[in-house]
Each structure stands twice: as C-alpha cells, then as structure tokens.
C-alpha cells in the first residue's frame, strides 16, 4: 500500500492539505493577540527557509552552511524596496515585495550557486561556508547598502490601502504570511514530483549513474541551489516585511547555523521535517530562551544526539511513534516505566545540574536561589547539589537497568514493523 | 558480422591507449562494431576491459587513439554527453538510485531521451508517456509485482534486472553490458541470457563477460583482450579455435566448459 | 624598517600558530576524510584547559597536561561518535563535527562564563624578547629584552618583539619537529602514512585502523589545544577564540592542499603574514591600484583584511580543489 507521503506515480491524499488550509487560514483568527500574530509569521517564514534549506540537503544532499545569504540578501533588497516605495520612488503592492526578495534569492543563489555546485560533498560545505563569511564581511564593508551595524529600516504601511488591506496590523501581516507558506509548501511539495526534482533525489544517491542516464549533476544541483535562493529570499522578503528592519544578522553565519539546526532537528528525511523543525525553531527562540539560559547547551546536545542516534529527526520520530501505536506497542510496556522514569530522572538531574552552574555563573546578581521544575533550589546549599547528583545517578542506573531488556524488545518492534510494510519516507 | 566495408560502424575504437602513470593498460585498440551487431569481450583480469568501458563511456579520457560513436569522436566526453549521443551502459557492480522505488529508478532512465531534461513545472504522475515507457519496461524487465518497492530491497538477480531496464531505458542503441551475470546462478543466467537478448534485439551489443557459455549464446563476434592489446577478433567458433588465444586464456577455461 | 621587521616576525609567530592548529586538522582530513568542523574548538578547549591548570599547578605543567586531557576527549569522541555515523557518509560526520563545535562551545561558557580569562605566561615570558631601535642617525640597532627608556625617547622609534610570541613560535616548531620526527622516522608513523592512501591494505596487513584513526583524531586535537595553551596565554582566552580562527584553518588547509603538511606550512605561514600586514596598512585600495573605482576604492586594505582569506578559500576551491601542494582526487 503506497504511504501517504509516498509519490510514485499516485495522487497524494488530499485530506492533510485540507486541514492544514483550514489551520492555517483559522489561526490568525484563533490566535489574535499581536503576540501570537507575530509567532506565526515567524512560524511560517521559518517554514518557508527551512524547507528551501532542507531541498539541497535532505532532497540534495548538498550540505549548505550559508543558507542565510540567501535569505538575507533577499531580505535587503525587500527592505531597500519598501523604503523606495515609503520614498515615493517605487510603486508596488506591498504584498509582492516577498517575490522581490525571491528574484534576489535567486539571482545570488544562480550566481554563487554556480560556483558552490561545481563541487559536491565536503568541498561544496566548505565553499558554502567561505562564500558565507565573504558576503558577510563584504557587507560589512557597504553601510550604505548594508546599514553597517545599525541595519535598515522602513515602514510597511505605503501607499494607498488594497481592497482596505494596509498591512499595519500584524494580523494581516500574518495572513499575507499564511498565503506566502500555503502556496511556497505546495510548489515545493510538486516540486518532488517533477523530472528535476526526482533526479535531484538521483543524484544525491547515486551521482554517477544519474549521469549515466544523461543528466549533469551539476548542473541538476545548480538548478536546484537557484531553486532554494528563490524560496529562501522570499522567506527574507516576508520577514522584511513582519519586522520592517534588517539587521547585519540576517546573512550572518549564526542564522546560517540555525536553519541547519532546526532542518536536522526536524528531520530531513521527511517532507515535512523541517515544519517540525521551523516549530521547534520558533518555539526554542520564543520561549525556550525566556526559560533558561542554557538553552543552546541543550539545543546542541539535541542536534548531536539526532545526528548520531536518530537521522529522521523529530518528524522521523513522529512517524515511527505513529506506526508503533498503531501495532506492537504492547511490546514495549514491560520496559516502559523504567525506561521513562529512568530517562526523566537522569534527565531532570543533569538540567539541574546545569541550571544552577549557569546561575552560579551568569545570574550571580540575582541571588543564591532559583526555581526549577517547581522546586526551589539553592546554589549555595550541598542538599540541592547533592539532590540533583542523585536524580542523575537513580536515573541512569534505571535505564542502565532497564536497557538490554528494551533493546531486546525494540528490535522485536523493528522487525514485526518491518514485515508490517516499508517505512513511509519521502524518497 | 563485421561491419561491412563502407558503412560506417556504430562503435569504434582507433589505436586506443591508455596509460596510467608509466602503466600502459591499453596498448593501441582497434576494434570495429557494426550496428545490431553483438561482441564479447573476453580476456583475463588486469587485461583492460573495464578500463576499454570507461574509455567508451566517459568516465575517463584517454591518453591516445579515438573511440567513435556513429562516425563522430566521443573521446574525453562527459558521461552524459555520451548518453545522450546514444551510448549506454552497466555496471559490473550494481549501480542503482537504492531508496526509490523499480518504477521510479525506471523512469528516472526514461526522462532524458523523453525530452523532459531539468523540467521542474510538469509532475511526473501527469506525464502519460514517461509512465507508460515505464510500464513497459517494467514488463519487458519482469519485474512488475515488486514495481513499488524499493530498489535496495530487491534480490540480487532482480537488481540486477533493474541495472539492466535503467541501461536500455532510453533507448540508447549502442549497450555496453559489464559483467551482466555476475554472481548469477547457473539457471538465473540462462534466464538473463534470453532477457539480455530479448531488450537489446536490433541494437548494438558490446559486453563483458567471464561465462564463456553467455558468450557463446550471444556473441556475433568475441573480441580477445589480453594484456592491454587484442589477440583476436572473430566468431565464437573461430576464437575457441585460434591456438594463440588457447594459449594465453581460453585452454584451462575451455577445458572446464561443457562443448555445446 | 624596524616596525616592518617586527610585524615580519609577529606575521611569522602567527603563522606558526596557525600551522600548530592546521596541521592536526589536515592530518585529520587526509586520514580520515573528516573536516573537523570542531576543531577550533578544541583550540579553545586547550587554552581553558590550560587556564584551569595553570592556577593550581603553574604553566609548564598545564603545557604539558591540557594538550594530553584534551587530546584523550578527542579520542573518546572519535570512538563514541565520528565511528558511529562514519558508515553514513560525509554529510552526517560534518554535522556530528559541527554539532560537537557548538557543546564545545556552550559547555566552555557553562563552566567559565562569557567574559575573558586571565591567562597569561608565567613573567619569564613577558616583556620584549628584544628590541628593534632606529635611533635617529644610528641606524637600526638590536637590544635585547627591554631598552632603557631613553633610547626610545625623541626621535628615535623602539619596536619591541614580544617574548610570548617567540615562545609561541618556538613551541610550535618545536612541536612540528616532533610530530614530523614521527611520521617521517617511527613504525607507527609510517602505519599512519600507509594509511592515508591505502586504508584497506593496511587493514589487510592487519593493523587496527580504527585504532589508528583514535590515535590520529587524539593527536590533531592534542596538536590544537597545545596551540590554544600558548595562543590563549598569548593572545586572548575568551570564548569567541574559536571562531576567530575557525574559518582561517579551513582556508590554511584548502589553500595548501589536503594531506599535504608542507603545503599546510607555506599556506599558514602566507596567511599569517597577509593577516597581520594587512591589518596594519591604513592605505585606501586607490593609492595601490589606481584603477579601481570610487566606491571599491576608498576601502583600505585593513578594511579589506577579514575578506581576503574567505576570498582565497573560495577561489581556491573552485579552481584547484587540492590545493597548491594536495594531489587531486581519484
């Protein structure tokens, strides 16, 4: 039975486009604090740079680590735009100045492309790497286009109001947005279904005997490298748009990071991993940030451990949980709890251990105490100290414990999984 | 079958060499195929016949002599350009697109000799020609009943099938088979002898192979290859015959083959 | 004249220190196939290491601890996590190396917070190694340590070499000798060598590569936390150290070429110079090529500086992906 997210030669289901639609369509009314307005703009510009990203390196194999020139230069020439229209200079419906923002994607993307695609592999990373920080520091050089440190602004409210839309509030912002991600998610999902997009797929896995069925790999790549700028420097252009400023940040190596982060994070083995992960990137950002310091510290340690132990990424994980649930989970309830309470003992230990030395360090001004998981705790008291060691021990000894019991238990999962049918990943 | 005087051949090489290093693997090639005609390459290991496929193929330039496809010099072309002049080929090592599906790998051979080149706004399930040459093929290959599963999981003879389909899947009328059946069972060759001459009927043939039995089912012509130089070039007959080719490869060879 | 010959030996030291840090990492690349995308994080590592040690032990044995802590971590990450996700290909042991760069980079600033460290060489190693003097009409004149402050006075200009960083590039000979010493001279060395370009054969001869590619990945990082001992005592021990040379090795190592150490040498050794000249001329682009532009012109070479390695790397990569002195891909 062709998976749902399988795309040879069958009609996808309709019935996820349709709800995804109707959220989307829904949540700006739902949601309608300018809190939440500004959480899925950035959600669905998030969306739409992750996806891109993920089309050189989950569907391209192409490891990318400047992913923001692309975004960022789109994002440029969208708010030097909207300043020449809040100028008088230009007129344009406000609502096309993300497609400026694609044309400059693609136009950076065709040319730089051109070079990075040459190469494949670790060469190709390492040009996309060195291209990076030459447009960065290039940058830097030009105030007048760049704004030097202090970036670029203008004002999204210009000209005469379309059809009564003016785009001052983020509501409307947020529909625009809404729009952009519904119809950007749609091409690219085609775009996996059409010649270049399955012999993009071809040449990651096999460049060799692509070429030996006619297609040169570079230039698929090529093609496919202008494709994501497009993409990518809309999501610029929209961002350009919802904050009305761009900053040095936006080409830097930093925003490159995070969307290679998140993309893996997500899952670049699926279509929709790098939803997941736009999600994951805008929640971490929103709220994981306000919550503790060390949230790069567990960001990095997730991004290892999914690199090392789950390639899938979370949306991988998702679907294997789906598929588990809907067979032989009984399997596994025997080793549940102790794996479980093992994993979030050791867990919630080792966070302790990790918020208090960062209080310790950075929040000395705040005082010896602080609130975690509800409790309080005391930097300057052993008791804290000692009751977080042992969480961490307890822990790992349960899933020390626990663990050749759930292996054995998992690979009888996998096996009766697998005789169940192939996995559902987007080839 | 040789190519008949004045017409023009549809593979040729001319004082092919190649040297690697201060190695000479191959020593001044000459050698002639007539369209529809089917040669064997034979000749021990080390004797240059990968390397006589790269040559032709693409993936490496030679360092003297020609190899012409049709009458035109495709030497030091890329692989695809080669392709798309109409020259294919097999690799002696299964060299698939593992993840997709039979269908998918078939039509990923069709897409180019179909017109479809780097077309990202047409989807492929639209495309009633891609699918139905597919579809085809698939039948033609035998290997309907696994036409969703991915290419990774298909048995060795099946895969090797599929290396086949995608090597004819354009159309190309100039194969180049490397060691189609290797690590085939007896009764699986026989059946790939039959499916090999099936696909390929009216186009120019040129493989490699170690099972003389194949090469005497299919070859027109043998072509012997022995330390980077030709030794011969005749009928299946006439090659067994030849005493120098007896000496230097066919003797222990010939002696454990049954005679047909 | 004399400022030209300082800034000649401070381009050199620099130099030095740059091959200390690249050349475990072509070692790495040319063994293994990994771009240690960590790398200078473990120079970072090494200088914090060194820190930590130095306070209660002193700086000669933190010299000689930090290099063989952090080199013992690196091993461990070889065996526990490149060796995992090396059958999966290039692109994940990228992404396992460039995700250990961030944990490096946050467990350091966990530990030792944000802002800089006090790490510096024992006062043996401060002040001027020696002095360049142009006094006014006795020409250029040598002096060693400090010169009294009178000679320095007036007209005449003092151009003092520091001793850390003559330390620094002594230490990194040094250190290349010896690493050079075991390659070029001892059993394993050459296991290493036969390695690098006929992995399989030497596994057939039996040896364990694995355990080779433990030891190298341990001595290429050892390499660079000896280089963050005597950088950050140097230089500046903070945790943004490693993304200031970060790219800078990738371009040491692209521009002389991979698996080559020599061409490591020459390629950081021009780096040093062309970062620590550029950096110090003030001159616009017009006065040194009159043709260029208005816009392109009035930039000066020091504003120029940070570009120009990205733009070598890029060029370099395009045009002759080997390098200067790598032999080019099968």
């Known amino acids: 039975m062709p998976h749902r997210t399988d795309l040879t030669g069958c009609r996808p289901p309709t019935w996820p486009w349709v709800w995804a639609t109707l959220a989307v369509l829904l949540a700006p009314l739902v949601f309608d604090s300018s809190l939440s307005a500004t959480l899925l703009s950035q959600f669905g510009i998030a969306v739409i740079a992750c996806l891109s990203y993920n089309l050189l390196l989950g569907q391209g194999g192409m490891l990318s680590f400047g992913h923001a020139v692309y975004t960022g230069l789109g994002a440029y020439l969208a708010i030097h735009t909207l300043g020449a229209m809040n100028r008088g200079v230009l007129l344009l419906p406000v609502s096309c100045i993300p497609l400026v923002g694609g044309l400059a994607g693609l136009a950076s993307a065709g040319v730089l492309g051109y070079l990075a695609t040459r190469k494949s592999g670790t060469v190709f990373a390492m040009i996309t790497l060195g291209l990076a920080e030459l447009v960065a520091a290039v940058a830097l050089m030009f105030p007048a286009v760049f704004g030097g440190e202090a970036g670029v602004s203008a004002n999204r409210v210009t000209g005469a109001p379309v059809l009564g839309i003016d785009f001052a509030s983020g509501r409307q912002m947020a529909y625009l947005v809404a729009a952009y991600t519904l119809v950007s998610v749609g091409a690219l999902y085609a775009f996996t279904a059409t010649p270049l997009g399955r012999m993009l797929n071809a040449v990651r896995d096999n460049p060799q005997r692509a070429a030996f069925i006619g297609y040169d790999p570079q230039r698929v790549r090529h093609i496919a490298f202008a494709i994501s700028g497009f993409f990518a420097g809309v999501a610029g252009g929209l961002a350009a748009l919802a904050f009305e400023f761009v900053g040095p940040e936006a080409l830097g190596a930093a925003r490159s990071g995070t969307y290679l982060v998140f993309t893996v994070l997500g899952g670049t083995t699926f279509f929709f991993g790098p939803v997941v992960g736009a999600a994951l990137m805008v929640l971490s950002q929103a709220l994981l940030s306000e919550l503790t310091r060390a949230w790069l510290l567990y960001l990095g340690l997730a991004f290892l451990f999914t690199v090392l132990l789950v390639p899938g990424g979370l949306a991988g994980l998702l679907v294997q949980l789906r598929r588990v649930l809907q067979g032989p989970w009984p399997l596994l309830l025997p080793v549940l709890p102790g794996m479980l309470l093992g994993g979030l003992l050791a867990g919630a230990g080792a966070a302790a251990v990790v918020e208090m030395v960062y209080h310790r360090q950075l929040e000395v001004a705040l005082g010896p105490q602080l609130v975690f998981l509800g409790l309080q705790l005391d930097v300057t008291q052993p008791a804290s100290w000692a009751g977080a060691g042992a969480a961490l021990l307890v822990g790992l000894a349960l899933i020390a414990s626990a663990r050749p019991a759930a292996l054995r238990r998992w690979a009888q999962v996998r096996q009766t999984l697998a005789q169940a049918g192939t996995d559902g990943e987007r080839r | 079958m040789a190519p008949m005087p004045g017409s023009v051949p549809a593979l040729e090489m001319r004082a092919l060499r190649m040297r690697f290093g201060r190695t000479d693997i191959l020593r001044g090639v000459d050698l002639s195929l007539a369209a529809g005609e089917r040669m064997a390459l034979i000749g021990p290991n080390g004797a240059g016949k990968s390397t006589l496929f790269n040559l032709a193929s693409g993936s490496i330039t030679p360092t003297g002599g020609a190899v012409l496809l049709h009458g035109h010099r495709i030497d030091g072309l890329p692989p695809f350009e080669i392709y798309r002049r109409g020259l294919s080929r097999s690799f002696q090592i299964t060299s698939l697109f593992p993840r997709m599906s039979v269908f998918d790998n078939l039509r990923c051979g069709v897409l180019w000799s179909l017109g479809y080149r780097y077309n990202f706004w047409k989807l492929l399930s639209r495309m009633d020609d891609a699918n139905s040459r597919t579809e085809v093929l698939l039948h033609q290959m035998g290997l309907e009943p696994w036409a969703r599963v991915p290419a990774m999981q298909l048995s060795y003879a099946r895969q090797r099938a599929l290396e086949i389909g995608i090597t004819i899947a354009g159309g190309a009328q100039v194969i180049l088979l490397d060691e189609p059946t290797a690590g085939m069972s007896r009764a699986e060759t026989t059946q790939f002898i039959a499916l090999i001459r099936q696909v390929t009927a009216g186009r120019t043939l040129l493989l490699v192979e170690h099972d003389m039995g194949v090469v005497f089912e299919l070859a027109d012509r043998v072509a012997v290859l022995v330390r980077g130089e030709l030794l011969a070039v005749d009928t299946p007959a006439g090659v067994r015959a030849d005493p120098q080719v007896r000496q230097a490869y066919l003797g222990a060879a010939y002696s454990q083959q049954r005679s047909p | ?330």
């Open chain 3, 1 to 330: 004249m004399a400022l030209a010959l300082v800034s000649l030996l401070n381009g050199l030291s620099y130099g030095l220190l740059l091959f200390l840090l690249s050349a475990g990492l072509t070692l790495i690349f040319s063994m293994m196939g990994v771009l240690n995308f960590a790398h200078a994080g473990f120079y970072m590592l090494g200088a914090y290491f060194g820190f930590a040690i130095a306070g209660p032990l002193g700086f000669w044995p933190a010299l000689v601890l930090s290099p063989v802590l952090v080199g013992l971590l690196g091993a461990l990450f070889e065996r526990w996590a490149l060796r995992r996700v090396h059958p999966m290909g290039h692109v994940p042991e990228l992404l396992a190396t460039f995700g250990l760069s961030i944990l490096l980079l946050e467990l350091v600033q966990l530990v030792w917070g944000r802002a800089p460290l006090d790490f510096s060489m024992p006062p043996g190693l401060q002040g001027a190694a020696f002095t360049l003097v142009h006094g006014a009409g006795t020409g250029l004149q040598w002096v060693a340590g400090n010169p009294p402050a009178s000679l320095c006075a007036g007209p005449a200009s003092c151009s003092p070499f520091p001793m850390n960083r003559l330390f620094m590039g002594l230490v990194a000979l040094l250190a290349l000798m010896a690493l050079w010493l075991m390659l070029a001279r001892t059993r394993i060395g050459l296991v290493i060598r036969a390695a690098q370009s006929q992995p399989h054969m030497v596994r057939a001869l039996g040896h364990d590569l694995p355990r080779i590619h433990m030891l190298v990945f341990g001595v290429g990082t050892g390499l660079a936390a000896l280089a963050g001992v005597v950088g950050g005592s140097t230089f500046v021990t903070e945790p943004s150290m490693a993304a200031g040379v970060g790219t800078i090795i990738f371009v040491v190592v692209v521009v002389g070429g991979v698996g080559s150490l020599g061409g490591a040498f020459l390629a950081s050794l021009l780096i040093g110079l062309l970062q620590t000249f550029a950096i110090g001329f003030d001159m616009p682009l017009r006065d040194l090529l009159p043709s260029t532009g208005n816009v392109l012109g009035r930039l000066t070479l020091s504003q120029l500086a940070p570009v120009l390695p990205y733009l070598l790397l890029v060029v370099m990569l395009v045009v002759r992906p080997q390098g200067l002195f790598g032999r080019p891909a099968p």
